[in-house]
C-alpha cells in the first residue's frame, strides 16, 4: 500500500495536467489553459497514467485527490 501512496515522479508539466484533469477538465480545455497542443496534453497523460499505473483519467484523478498529490 505504501507503494500506492507514494508519488511517482511527475514532471511539473504533468502535475499541472494531472490538476486540470482532477478539476474535471477536458483535454481540450488543457491545452488552451497551458498554451500546448491537445497532443501534447495526450502524451502527457500518457506518460501520468503510466508512471501512476493507472488505466484512465478517473483513476488517476481520484487516487491524486485521495492522496493529496493535486489540490
Given at each position: 500500500?505504501?507503494?500506492?501512496?507514494?508519488r511517482?515522479c511527475l514532471?511539473?508539466?504533468?502535475l499541472?495536467?494531472?490538476?486540470l484533469?482532477?478539476q474535471?477538465?477536458?483535454?481540450q480545455?488543457?491545452?488552451?489553459?497551458?498554451v500546448?497542443?491537445?497532443?501534447?496534453v495526450k502524451?502527457?497523460?500518457?506518460?501520468v497514467?503510466f508512471?501512476m499505473r493507472v488505466?484512465?483519467r478517473?483513476?488517476?484523478?481520484a487516487r491524486?485527490?485521495?492522496f493529496g498529490?493535486?489540490?
Amino acid at each position: 500500500m505504501n507503494e500506492l501512496k507514494s508519488r511517482p515522479c511527475l514532471s511539473k508539466r504533468e502535475l499541472e495536467v494531472l490538476a486540470l484533469v482532477s478539476q474535471g477538465r477536458s483535454n481540450q480545455q488543457i491545452a488552451d489553459e497551458l498554451v500546448i497542443s491537445i497532443e501534447t496534453v495526450k502524451s502527457h497523460l500518457k506518460q501520468v497514467f503510466f508512471k501512476m499505473r493507472v488505466r484512465g483519467r478517473t483513476e488517476a484523478a481520484a487516487r491524486a485527490i485521495i492522496f493529496g498529490w493535486v489540490q
